[in-house]
């Protein structure tokens, strides 16, 4: 019972996740490397949804690319970490709940 409904819980998250794993692979590469950020705009709000959840991953998400333009210095940008762990990820990037004892 406590999976199903960790899986329901995660389930906007991971279905974000999702979308933009397909945009990675599929748009991205046409638009080239043109970010000026690292990681990419894309990137960085994969690793805020994955992070943060849906609603504070898109909002970090959409002030990154509100900030990337031609007139940006750049440079590295991280995802601000969570100070607590809660969620681990797959090989594919999908956040589950974490093992009991580890982050």
Not at 26 to 49: E, F, T
Request: net charge positive; proline share 6%.
């Amino acid at each position: 019972m406590m999976r199903l409904l960790a899986f329901l819980f995660l389930l906007p998250r991971n279905l974000c996740v999702l979308i933009l794993r397909v945009y990675r692979a599929v748009i991205s590469p046409l638009y080239g490397d043109v970010c000026r950020y690292y990681p990419s705009c894309s990137g960085y709000a994969l690793g805020a949804i994955q992070q943060h959840g849906v609603f504070k991953g898109i909002a970090l998400g959409s002030w990154r690319i509100a900030r990337c333009h031609p007139w940006a210095k750049g440079g590295v940008d991280d995802v601000p970490e969570r100070r607590i762990p809660r969620y681990q990820l797959t090989r594919f990037g999908f956040v589950t709940m974490a093992s009991h004892g580890k982050a």
